[in-house]
């Protein structure tokens, strides 16, 4: 056995214990899914904000805070169930491409490390809805994703950490610009997902495809 065998051989060693440890099937394409659904709910969002594009200026004039944020509450729930069904259905698709399981010991580790700073995350949000801080809702939204991301990111490709490292940093400057909430959410769930899903799909399913 020359050199290369063996550096064929340790890489297959490499890749089944990745595989053992690690959930290997997240898909560029749900990424990509993830963030086309977060820019149109951004597009509606904006839309209702400016009560239909202009007619009347911001929606507050003509439409109770309350029933604004609950119309915004219901466009976010929206753009949630569209990217989890875009996630869920390449992540699928590409597990059985794999011929590898879509729940595993390694899946549920994913799921558990996201769902805590998630959850957490949410019931802090609710917390700022009822004491009338809506404008810390968006960067609340990216900083607890991003921290979640990179809870996450040591049971499956390590590419993702680098994701939430960014929506950590842009849900910061979110921060410290209020009346640009939306922006920067359409930034960090929108364009960011994007782009994020491209490099996967390029470096990981390209050959694949």
Known sequence: MNEQQHLDTLSDIKRLMERSTRFMSLSGLGGIGAGVSALVGAYFAWDLLNDGGGRGGYGYERTSETVLVFRLMLIACAVLVAALSAGFYFTW???????LPIWDASARK??????IPLGAGGFFILGLLDLGYVGLVA?????????ALVNASKYTLTDIRYLGYVEVVLGIIALFNLYNGLFFW?????VMHILYG????????????
């Open 93 to 99: 698709r590409k597990a059985r491409q794999q011929g």
């Open 110 to 115: 994913v799921f558990i490390n996201l769902a």
């Open 139 to 147: 960067p609340s939204c990216l900083v607890f994703y991003g921290l």
């Open 186 to 190: 359409a930034l960090g769930f929108g």
């Open 198 to 209: 491209a490099i996967m799909w390029w470096k990981y399913e390209r050959k694949a495809a």
